[in-house]
């Protein structure tokens, strides 16, 4: 698959992006006692390439889906190998998967002034990807009665991400 340079440095861009506030969030610990609770800030870069709509004004292409759904396996491969987090590299590929899903589809639906909507959406369906995975991985269905909690917090981080995407762009319009 051939890429534009631009649209590629565009995309490395966002991924170099979206490591770092990964892996500084990664060191940060988290004030809320839940195992696996996170803000997720890594997500508002993944929403930004989803809604950011980019053009020749901008002088770099539009990302398409895939080129977005690159980035968000490329930041989980990352991730996990710079903040040796692998055994949760499992967690982390299917929530993104199953969020990010979550997020394409929603897409169509609403405007840029909700995208903390579809942030909040992803979330959910990332702890849910998660969730299937811990029960996968130990045979204990009984895990699923952490997911109350978790998508209560996820609906929270998920507003928060989507707002800082929905900022940002909004922010980036208005410069252009």
Aim: net charge positive; glycine share 8%.
């Amino acid at each position: 698959m051939y890429i534009p340079v631009k649209k590629l440095a565009f995309m490395a861009t966002l991924i170099a992006i979206a490591l770092a506030i990964f892996t500084i969030e990664a060191q940060i610990p988290v004030p809320i006692p839940i195992p696996g609770v996170k803000l997720g800030l890594a997500n508002a870069v993944t929403l930004f390439a989803l809604f950011f709509k980019s053009g020749k004004e901008r002088d770099v292409e539009k990302l398409t889906v895939a080129n977005v759904f690159m980035i968000l396996i490329c930041r989980i491969v990352l991730g996990a190998m710079f903040t040796g987090r692998v055994v949760s590299f499992m967690y982390s590929i299917a929530g993104g998967i199953l969020g990010f899903s979550a997020q394409v589809l929603m897409k169509q639906f609403v405007s840029h002034k909700q995208i903390w909507a579809v942030g909040a959406v992803g979330a959910i369906f990332h702890n849910i990807g998660q969730i299937a995975v811990a029960i996968f991985l130990t045979g204990a269905p009984v895990i699923a009665v952490y997911l109350p909690i978790l998508i209560i917090v996820g609906i929270f981080t998920g507003i928060i991400t989507g707002l800082a995407a929905q900022f940002s762009i909004k922010r980036l319009e208005e410069i252009s």
